[in-house]
C-alpha cells in the first residue's frame, strides 16, 4: 500500500538489522541440518535393519546425539550470536543523534533530542534520520507494554512503563523503512505503524535546520481554517508549534502535511483521507481516543483540511 | 432521430489471405453508450470460406465524446470506434444511430486492398443522420440526441428490444447449418447463461480495469470515507456507502449516473459539484476510470 510497507524481515537496510539477519539465516540453516540429521535416525528407527536398531537405541548414541551434540552446538552459538550481535547493546557515547520516541495508544510521540537532552522537535508517527551513522533511540510508553520494530533497521525493543530502553538503528542508504507495533497493546494494536525516512546527511542536517526555525516562529496567519482549528476543539489535543493549539494529548500537528501517512502509518495522507480522518476516526481505528467529529459541515471539514495541508 | 442501421459490407477475399478491414462506424448519437460498448452490441456474422467466423474487435479511442456538464467538460465516453475484422462477406447489425461509416484500406503493406462497398445507400445511414463536422460541433453534444436511460428496469427492456432486433436479423442473415450448431450448444449456453447476469450495458468501461481500479483505491485511501464492497479495511463513515451504485440513479444525488461522469466526479468532486465535501482526489484519468468500473462491477452484485 505505501512505499516500505509491509516490510520484509530479512532483508537488511542497515548494520544492526545486518547483524540480527546473518544470525537468523545461521539459525535457520543449522535447525535445517539438526532437522535432517533426526529424521534420518528416525528413519532407520523405523526400517533399519536390526543391528542399526540396537546401535541406535544404545547408551553411546544417547550420550553422543543427545548431550554432548546439542552442549558443544548450542555453546558455540549462543558465543557466536552474542559477539555478533554485541554491537547491538554497546554503550552509548553520549553525542549520537538522539530521538525519544514515546508508545502511546495506539500512535507514536516522536521528540528529536539535542545534546543536552533536551526535546527541541516534536514530531509523531514518523521519524527522519540520516544515513551512514547511529542513532540512539531512547524508547520509553505512556500507557501499556508497546514494542518498537523496524524490520530493516533493527530487531525488536519493548516501550515498558517507567523504563528507558535504549536501542540504535542505522540505516546505510536513503530510503522510506516501515515499521510496527509488535507487542499487543490494546484493539487498535495491529493499526499502529511507523515510518522511517532516512536521508542524506545534508539534506537532513537542512530539514532539521528548517524545523528548528519553524519552532521558533509564529507561522503565517492560517485564517478561518486556523480559527476553526483552535474553536472546535482540535486545538485541546493536538499542539502546532507556534500556534494557540498546544493540547499534548494527540500526535503534535506542526508538520502533519509532510508526513506520508496518517492515523498512525495507516492511512495515505491525501485531503481526502485527512476529511475522512477528522468526520469520523472511529470508524476507521475503533477506540482511539479522538472522537468523530460528525458537528462539522462539509465545508468546515474542507477548511479543516486544508489549513493542516498547509502545516510543513 | 434515432435509426436503426443495417449495413453490409462486402469484400472480395482472395485464398489465403486474411486481409482486416478497419471499419470506421463513427458514433456521435448513443448517448450514455460508449463506443467499444456499442462494438460489444454489434452482432455479426461474416463467412470465410465457407465457414462462418467470429467477429473480431479491436476498439481504439479515436476521439473523446465530449459532453459538457455544470460548465466542465467532461473526459467523455470515447465516442469513435474502430473494429478490424476479418473483411469478408461480412454483415453486421448496429442497434443504435450512428453517423457514418468510413472504410479504410488494409494496413498491411502486402494486402492488396479488397473491394470495399460500403452500403451506405441501403442503410440510408449518411443521409439520415448529421454529417461528421456537425455531430463534433459541441452545441449539438450538449443536448444528447437520445436521453441518459435511467433506472435497471429501463436497460433489461431495451436489451430485450435489443435481442429481438437481433434475432430477427440474424434469422434473415444465418445459414441453416448454424442453428444446428447453436442447437447443439443451447444446453451449455443455457448453464452458463444461469450463471451470472450480463453486465449492464450502460456501464460498460472500456479499457479501464477493475482490479487496478481497486488497487487505486486502496492506493489513495477512498475507504477512509467510503464503505466500498470488497474493500475489507477501512470502512468510512464519513460519505456514503458505494455498494448499489450500478442501480443508483444519481451521483451525489445531483449528477447523472454515468460512467464518464462518475469518473470525473471522482477524479475532481468540487469542479462538478461545488461546496462538496469531497476533494479532489491524487488519481490520473485512467486511474478514476478504472475505480469507476471497480464500483459499477461490485455495485451490482
Given at each position: 500500500m505505501f512505499e516500505g510497507w509491509p516490510p520484509p524481515i530479512l532483508d537488511p537496510a542497515g548494520p544492526y538489522a545486518g547483524s540480527i539477519a546473518t544470525?537468523?539465516?545461521?539459525?535457520?540453516?543449522?535447525?535445517?541440518?539438526v532437522m535432517i540429521v533426526v529424521l534420518g535416525a528416525l528413519y532407520l528407527a523405523l526400517f533399519g535393519r536390526r543391528t542399526i536398531q540396537s546401535k541406535l537405541g544404545g547408551k553411546t548414541v544417547i550420550w553422543l546425539g543427545g548431550v554432548a551434540f546439542p552442549a558443544v552446538v548450542l555453546t558455540i552459538l549462543l558465543v557466536y550470536g552474542l559477539s555478533l550481535t554485541r554491537h547491538l547493546s554497546s554503550p552509548v557515547n553520549g553525542n549520537e543523534l538522539r530521538v525519544r520516541i514515546t508508545g502511546e495508544m495506539w500512535w507514536w510521540r516522536v521528540a528529536y533530542l539535542d545534546q543536552r537532552g533536551r526535546e527541541v522537535i516534536q514530531d509523531a508517527n514518523e521519524l527522519h534520520i540520516p544515513t551512514g551513522r547511529p542513532i540512539v533511540l531512547e524508547l520509553e510508553s505512556a500507557d501499556v507494554i508497546h514494542s518498537f520494530w523496524v524490520p530493516r533497521l533493527s530487531g525488536k525493543l519493548d516501550m515498558i512503563p517507567g523504563r528507558r530502553n535504549l536501542m540504535r538503528i542505522q540505516a546505510d542508504a536513503p530510503g522510506i523503512f516501515g515499521g510496527q507495533c509488535a507487542e499487543f497493546c490494546g484493539g487498535a494494536h495491529a493499526l499502529m505503524g511507523f515510518t522511517v525516512i532516512a536521508h542524506e546527511p545534508a539534506r537532513f542536517a537542512r530539514l532539521i535546520e528548517a524545523r528548528r526555525k519553524r519552532e521558533r516562529e509564529a507561522p503565517a496567519d492560517g485564517g478561518t481554517g486556523a480559527q476553526l482549528f483552535?474553536?472546535?476543539?482540535?486545538a485541546a489535543c493536538h499542539r502546532i508549534a507556534g500556534t494557540g493549539a498546544n493540547g499534548l494529548a494527540g500526535p503534535d500537528l506542526t508538520y502533519v502535511a509532510t508526513r506520508r501517512t496518517l492515523g498512525a502509518g495507516i492511512l495515505p495522507n491525501n485531503r481526502g483521507t485527512m476529511i475522512g480522518w477528522i468526520g469520523n476516526s472511529q470508524a476507521i481505528k475503533l477506540n482511539n481516543k479522538m472522537p468523530p467529529y460528525t458537528v462539522l459541515s462539509a465545508e468546515q471539514l474542507t477548511e479543516l483540511a486544508v489549513y493542516l495541508e498547509s502545516q510543513k | 432521430m434515432l435509426a436503426e442501421v443495417?449495413?453490409?459490407l462486402a469484400c472480395e477475399g482472395r485464398i489465403g489471405r486474411t486481409d482486416s478491414l478497419p471499419l470506421f462506424a463513427v458514433t456521435g448519437g448513443a448517448g450514455d453508450?460508449?463506443?467499444?460498448?456499442?462494438?460489444?452490441?454489434?452482432?455479426g456474422v461474416s463467412q470465410v470460406r465457407g465457414r462462418g467466423a467470429s467477429l473480431e474487435r479491436q476498439c481504439g479511442i479515436m476521439e473523446g465524446h465530449r459532453f459538457a456538464l455544470a460548465g466542465i467538460e467532461l473526459a467523455g465516453n470515447p465516442a469513435h470506434l474502430r473494429m478490424v475484422s476479418t473483411a469478408v462477406g461480412k454483415s453486421f447489425h448496429l442497434p443504435f444511430e450512428i453517423s457514418r461509416i468510413e472504410s479504410r484500406?488494409?494496413?498491411?503493406?502486402?494486402?492488396?486492398?479488397p473491394a470495399v462497398e460500403p452500403m451506405a445507400d441501403e442503410a440510408g445511414v449518411v443521409r439520415s443522420c448529421p454529417g461528421a463536422a456537425e455531430r463534433?460541433?459541441?452545441a449539438i453534444l450538449g443536448e444528447p440526441v437520445k436521453r441518459p436511460r435511467l433506472g435497471h428496469g429501463a436497460a433489461t427492456e431495451q436489451r430485450r428490444a435489443d435481442k429481438k432486433d437481433v434475432d430477427a436479423h440474424r434469422s434473415a442473415t444465418v445459414k441453416r447449418g448454424r442453428m444446428f450448431r447453436f442447437l447443439a450448444l443451447a444446453p451449455l449456453l443455457l448453464v452458463v447463461g444461469a450463471c451470472k447476469p450480463p453486465p449492464d450495458q450502460r456501464y460498460f468501461m472500456p479499457m479501464a480495469s477493475a482490479a487496478q481500479g481497486k488497487a487505486a483505491i486502496e492506493r489513495v485511501g477512498c475507504g477512509s470515507?467510503?464503505?466500498i464492497q470488497g474493500i475489507y479495511w477501512p470502512q468510512g463513515k464519513v460519505g456514503p456507502k458505494l455498494d448499489g451504485l450500478a442501480n443508483r440513479a444519481l451521483i451525489a444525488g445531483r449528477l447523472?449516473?454515468?460512467?464518464?461522469?462518475?469518473?470525473?466526479?471522482?477524479?475532481?468532486?468540487?469542479?462538478?459539484?461545488p461546496g462538496s465535501s469531497m476533494p479532489a482526489m491524487p488519481v490520473s484519468e485512467t486511474e478514476a476510470r478504472d475505480i469507476a468500473a471497480y464500483l459499477y462491477q461490485e455495485g451490482e452484485h
Open positions: 544470525l537468523s539465516w545461521i539459525l535457520f540453516a543449522m535447525a535445517a541440518v483552535e474553536t472546535a476543539g482540535c | 443495417s449495413g453490409r453508450k460508449s463506443a467499444c460498448g456499442i462494438a460489444n452490441m454489434i452482432e484500406q488494409a494496413r498491411r503493406a502486402s494486402a492488396v486492398s463534433d460541433d459541441p470515507c467510503h464503505t447523472p449516473n454515468r460512467p464518464d461522469v462518475l469518473a470525473s466526479y471522482i477524479r475532481n468532486a468540487p469542479a462538478l459539484l
